[in-house]
């Protein structure tokens, strides 16, 4: 009698990444969710983010802050994928790693994310991508460097409820008061991908969230129409929909995971 060993298909792996001054702590709502119903998951504190010990100033290109990404897919065995999930300024990251490491790659989910094919190339590029906090006055905490340009900012924590978590619950804004570090914007705005890769064979999908302050509503459009996903899928929510409409969320992603034959 010939014996076959039988293996059940592995769970979707989903990785998640933050924006500028996040951590992992950001994905904790939606890493609690997806784990209770059998997924991967796996949150990445980019370089000077969360538990990172680099300093915002010391990170300078963008190599150096998606470091922990890269390190991550380098060691994924060449047999597994996973789905990458950005938020915000993250979307940079996933976009870059997609290019680098397209075969290990499910799918792409930026949640109101800068999604930019090729980083910031064009000034068509930073007015779709980099946020435009001017319209709520002087708002951000930057940091010089010798040459006069900035190298760090972090919004005032006056600010940052109603800016960032404006439809979040007063627990997480706060939370997210006493966690959030100046992130590294010369690193992030230097942010540019090769032309020559395999990114177009990873689907990527958009998450529009209505009621943000910080990628407006406008922007996301702008990136969608330039690079259009093969889905988009709307949140009314603010900037940060892992705290104010968690559930929701996480419904999403289990259908975007579903929309490439992960379930």
């Known amino acids: 009698m010939r014996i076959t060993e039988m293996t059940s298909k592995q769970p979707p792996h989903f990785v998640f990444v933050h924006g500028i001054g996040g951590g992992a702590w950001c994905w904790y709502k939606l890493r609690c969710l997806m784990e209770n119903s059998g997924y991967k998951v796996t949150c990445i504190d980019l ?18 802050y998606n470091k922990p990404l890269t390190d991550f ?16 300024a993250g979307g940079l990251n996933v976009t870059q790693v997609s290019h680098r490491f397209a075969k290990k790659i499910e799918l792409a989910v930026y949640v109101a994310a800068t999604m930019l094919r090729l980083g910031f190339l064009t000034d068509q590029d930073r007015e779709d991508g980099v946020p435009d906090l001017s319209d709520f006055g002087d708002v951000q905490e930057v940091e010089f460097g010798s040459d006069q340009l900035p190298i760090s ?3 005032k924590k006056e600010f940052q409820r109603k800016i960032i978590y404006n439809m979040s619950p007063l627990e997480d ?3 997210a008061a006493m966690l959030l570090r100046p992130g590294p914007i010369r690193a992030i705005l230097s942010a540019q991908f090769s032309t020559t890769s395999d990114i177009d064979k990873v689907p ?3 998450i529009k969230t209505i009621h943000d302050n910080v990628v407006k509503p406008p922007q996301q ?3 969608i ?6 889905d988009v899928y709307v949140l009314e929510s603010d900037h940060s929909p892992f705290f104010s409409t968690p559930f ?6 289990v259908k975007a995971a579903a929309s490439v034959g992960c379930n």
């Open 47 to 64: 370089a000077s983010g969360g538990i990172d010990r680099s300093d915002a100033s010391s990170v300078v290109s963008f190599d150096d």
């Open 73 to 88: 897919l380098s060691a994924l065995p060449e047999n597994q994928k996973v789905i990458l999930v950005g938020h915000s």
């Open 153 to 155: 900012a972090v919004v």
């Open 173 to 175: 804004s706060t939370l």
């Open 204 to 206: 990527h999908i958009y």
């Open 221 to 223: 459009e702008a990136m």
């Open 225 to 230: 129409r330039r690079w259009p996903p093969s």
């Open 248 to 253: 929701l969320l996480f419904g999403l992603l």
